[in-house]
C-alpha cells in the first residue's frame, strides 16, 4: 500500500514526529508538510483501501477515525495537497469534504494545528471532528 497507515492513538506522536524532522531539514521553515483531512464517510474500506494506494506516495502518512482520514504529506504545499485531494475526487466521482493546513503556516505545535482543524471544519462544513478532541483539550 502506498502511505503508511498508523493507527488514530499515534496521531498527536506522527505529527510531532514530522514536525522534528521539519525543523531539522527545512530551515527556511516553508510549508513543510500539509496535513489534508477528507471526509470518507459512507465509502466502503475495500475502495478506500484502493484509492489509498492509486493516489499517495509511500512517503505520506495516514490516520483515520472511522470515516474521517488525515494525511500528512511531507514537502507537499497546499497547491500539492489540493492535487491529492481532486485525485480522491476524481477516484470517487464526488466531491469530498476536505480541509489542509500546513505546517508551519498554520500552526507551530500539533495541538495547535488540531485546534485550527477542528475550527475549520466546523466552519466550512457544519462539521465537528470530535475524535481531535483527546489531542486539543487542556489537561
Known sequence: M????????NFEQLMRLN???????DENRAES?????????GI???VIRTSLEATLRTSDSIV??????FFVLPYTDKYGA?????????????????????YPAD????????ENMQDSV?????????????FTRNY
Open 2 to 9: 502506498a502511505g503508511i497507515h498508523f493507527s488514530f492513538d
Open 19 to 25: 514536525i522534528g524532522i521539519s525543523d531539522r531539514l
Open 33 to 41: 508538510f500539509t496535513l489534508l483531512y477528507c471526509d470518507f464517510s
Open 44 to 46: 466502503d474500506e475495500e
Open 64 to 69: 483515520n477515525d472511522e470515516g474521517d482520514y
Open 82 to 102: 489540493e492535487i491529492v485531494k481532486t485525485m480522491f475526487d476524481d477516484f470517487f466521482a464526488k466531491y469530498l469534504n476536505a480541509f489542509l493546513l500546513s
Open 107 to 114: 500552526g507551530e505545535s500539533p495541538k495547535e494545528i488540531f
Open 122 to 134: 466546523s466552519t466550512f462544513f457544519k462539521r465537528d471532528l470530535h475524535c481531535l478532541d483527546r
